[in-house]
Protein backbone atom coordinates (compact mmCIF):
# COMPACT_ATOMS: atom_id res chain seq x y z
CA UNK A 1 0.00 0.00 0.00
CA UNK A 2 2.58 2.21 0.95
CA UNK A 3 4.50 1.85 -2.22
CA UNK A 4 1.45 2.13 -4.37
CA UNK A 5 1.07 6.06 -2.60
CA UNK A 6 5.02 6.32 -3.47
CA UNK A 7 4.46 5.56 -7.26
CA UNK A 8 1.99 7.49 -7.19
CA UNK A 9 3.34 10.50 -5.05
CA UNK A 10 6.15 10.08 -8.28
CA UNK A 11 4.80 9.99 -10.93
CA UNK A 12 2.41 13.22 -9.88
CA UNK A 13 5.57 14.70 -9.33
CA UNK A 14 7.04 13.74 -12.80
CA UNK A 15 4.88 14.75 -14.38
CA UNK A 16 4.76 18.35 -12.57
CA UNK A 17 8.85 18.08 -13.37
CA UNK A 18 8.27 17.49 -17.47
CA UNK A 19 5.26 19.63 -17.64
CA UNK A 20 7.98 22.67 -15.81
CA UNK A 21 10.57 21.54 -18.70
CA UNK A 22 8.48 21.55 -21.48
CA UNK A 23 6.98 24.92 -20.18
CA UNK A 24 10.77 26.19 -20.41
CA UNK A 25 11.35 24.34 -23.97
CA UNK A 26 15.15 23.58 -23.07
CA UNK A 27 16.47 22.58 -26.42
CA UNK A 28 19.48 20.69 -27.16
CA UNK A 29 21.16 22.83 -29.77
CA UNK A 30 24.43 21.03 -29.99
CA UNK A 31 26.03 17.84 -28.17
CA UNK A 32 29.48 16.10 -28.34
CA UNK A 33 31.44 14.12 -25.75
CA UNK A 34 32.12 16.33 -22.71
CA UNK A 35 30.05 19.32 -24.23
CA UNK A 36 26.56 20.39 -24.92
CA UNK A 37 25.06 23.74 -25.85
CA UNK A 38 21.37 24.05 -24.27
CA UNK A 39 19.02 27.08 -25.61
CA UNK A 40 16.08 28.03 -23.90
CA UNK A 41 13.89 31.34 -24.81
CA UNK A 42 13.50 32.09 -21.07
CA UNK A 43 17.54 32.43 -20.40
CA UNK A 44 17.55 35.43 -22.43
CA UNK A 45 18.36 37.85 -19.84
CA UNK A 46 21.51 38.54 -18.07
CA UNK A 47 20.61 38.33 -14.72
CA UNK A 48 18.95 34.86 -15.60
CA UNK A 49 22.08 33.79 -17.43
CA UNK A 50 25.32 34.83 -14.68
CA UNK A 51 22.44 33.00 -12.48
CA UNK A 52 22.26 29.85 -14.45
CA UNK A 53 26.31 29.98 -14.45
CA UNK A 54 27.03 30.50 -10.66
CA UNK A 55 23.98 27.46 -9.64
CA UNK A 56 25.83 25.48 -12.92
CA UNK A 57 29.59 25.45 -12.23
CA UNK A 58 28.46 24.44 -8.64
CA UNK A 59 27.63 20.96 -9.96
CA UNK A 60 30.50 18.21 -9.54
CA UNK A 61 29.96 16.94 -12.81
CA UNK A 62 30.16 19.92 -14.91
CA UNK A 63 33.89 22.16 -15.80
CA UNK A 64 32.57 25.19 -17.54
CA UNK A 65 29.63 27.06 -18.02
CA UNK A 66 29.07 29.99 -20.46
CA UNK A 67 25.95 31.82 -20.87
CA UNK A 68 25.08 34.18 -23.58
CA UNK A 69 21.91 36.17 -22.75
CA UNK A 70 21.34 37.86 -26.25
CA UNK A 71 20.33 33.84 -27.69
CA UNK A 72 19.51 32.34 -24.52
CA UNK A 73 22.44 29.70 -24.73
CA UNK A 74 24.17 28.28 -22.30
CA UNK A 75 27.46 25.61 -23.14
CA UNK A 76 28.26 23.25 -20.47
CA UNK A 77 31.77 21.34 -20.63
CA UNK A 78 31.69 18.53 -18.32
CA UNK A 79 34.40 17.01 -16.08
CA UNK A 80 33.27 13.56 -18.29
CA UNK A 81 32.76 12.76 -21.77
CA UNK A 82 29.43 10.98 -21.41
CA UNK A 83 26.82 11.70 -18.34
CA UNK A 84 23.79 9.10 -17.71
CA UNK A 85 20.06 10.07 -18.80
CA UNK A 86 19.97 10.91 -15.00
CA UNK A 87 22.32 13.11 -14.61
CA UNK A 88 21.47 15.44 -17.80
CA UNK A 89 17.75 15.56 -16.68
CA UNK A 90 19.24 16.40 -13.01
CA UNK A 91 21.32 19.08 -14.71
CA UNK A 92 18.19 20.18 -16.65
CA UNK A 93 15.84 20.18 -13.78
CA UNK A 94 18.50 22.26 -12.32
CA UNK A 95 18.70 24.70 -14.75
CA UNK A 96 14.90 24.96 -14.79
CA UNK A 97 14.34 25.40 -11.22
CA UNK A 98 17.15 28.30 -11.00
CA UNK A 99 15.03 29.74 -13.79
CA UNK A 100 12.02 29.91 -12.30
CA UNK A 101 13.36 31.35 -8.85
CA UNK A 102 15.35 33.55 -10.14
CA UNK A 103 12.53 35.22 -12.09
CA UNK A 104 10.77 36.02 -9.16
CA UNK A 105 14.09 37.82 -7.69
CA UNK A 106 14.61 40.16 -10.34
CA UNK A 107 12.49 42.75 -11.93
CA UNK A 108 10.07 42.43 -14.81
CA UNK A 109 10.39 43.54 -17.96
CA UNK A 110 7.92 46.20 -18.07
CA UNK A 111 9.49 47.49 -14.93
CA UNK A 112 13.02 47.98 -16.73
CA UNK A 113 11.20 49.79 -19.75
CA UNK A 114 9.46 52.23 -17.54
CA UNK A 115 12.18 52.94 -15.45
CA UNK A 116 13.91 53.36 -18.67
CA UNK A 117 11.19 55.24 -20.20
CA UNK A 118 11.56 57.68 -16.94
CA UNK A 119 14.78 58.07 -16.77
CA UNK A 120 15.19 59.02 -20.46
CA UNK A 121 12.49 61.93 -19.83
CA UNK A 122 14.63 63.04 -17.09
CA UNK A 123 17.85 63.12 -19.04
CA UNK A 124 15.73 64.79 -21.77
CA UNK A 125 14.12 67.36 -19.01
CA UNK A 126 17.53 68.07 -17.53
CA UNK A 127 19.16 69.10 -21.03
CA UNK A 128 16.36 71.09 -22.42
CA UNK A 129 16.71 73.11 -19.15
CA UNK A 130 20.25 73.20 -18.53
CA UNK A 131 20.25 71.24 -15.23
CA UNK A 132 18.11 73.85 -13.55
CA UNK A 133 14.86 71.21 -13.67
CA UNK A 134 14.73 67.34 -13.43
CA UNK A 135 11.84 64.80 -13.25
CA UNK A 136 11.57 64.37 -9.17
CA UNK A 137 11.24 69.06 -9.09
CA UNK A 138 8.39 68.64 -11.20
CA UNK A 139 6.51 66.28 -9.36
CA UNK A 140 6.96 67.79 -6.34
CA UNK A 141 6.05 71.84 -8.02
CA UNK A 142 2.97 69.71 -9.10
CA UNK A 143 2.05 68.14 -5.55
CA UNK A 144 2.68 71.82 -4.07
CA UNK A 145 0.62 73.54 -6.37
CA UNK A 146 -2.09 71.04 -6.16
CA UNK A 147 -2.47 70.95 -2.45
CA UNK A 148 -2.54 74.55 -2.31
CA UNK A 149 -5.21 75.31 -5.38
CA UNK A 150 -7.60 72.80 -4.08
CA UNK A 151 -6.94 73.19 -0.54
CA UNK A 152 -10.07 75.36 -0.13
CA UNK A 153 -12.29 72.35 -1.76
CA UNK A 154 -10.44 68.90 -0.34
CA UNK A 155 -8.39 69.80 2.73
CA UNK A 156 -7.79 66.02 3.60
CA UNK A 157 -6.51 65.47 0.16
CA UNK A 158 -4.81 68.51 -0.28
CA UNK A 159 -2.98 68.11 2.82
CA UNK A 160 -1.81 64.49 1.75
CA UNK A 161 -0.53 65.58 -1.45
CA UNK A 162 1.37 68.64 0.22
CA UNK A 163 2.42 66.36 3.06
CA UNK A 164 4.14 63.60 -0.18
CA UNK A 165 5.90 66.50 -1.64
CA UNK A 166 7.34 67.54 1.89
CA UNK A 167 8.55 64.20 2.26
CA UNK A 168 10.07 63.93 -1.30
CA UNK A 169 11.88 67.19 -0.61
CA UNK A 170 13.09 65.24 2.52
CA UNK A 171 14.30 62.10 0.84
CA UNK A 172 16.16 64.57 -1.68
CA UNK A 173 17.58 66.42 1.15
CA UNK A 174 18.93 62.56 2.95
CA UNK A 175 17.59 63.24 6.15
Not at 1 to 7: K, P
Not at 9 to 38: C, D, E, T, W, Y
Not at 97 to 102: A, F, K, L, V
Not at 143 to 167: E, H, M
Request: glycine share 6%.
Amino acid sequence: MLSSFLGLGASFAAAKLMKNIQHHNVQVLHAMPGRVRLQCDRWKDAEITKALEEALEAKNIVRAVRANPVTGTLVLEFKVQHLSAEEFDELIQHAVQTTTETYGQIDSKVTKTMRGAVNRVDENIKKQTAGTVDIDALLILLLVGKGISGFKGNPAFSSSLLYWAYNLLQKERGT
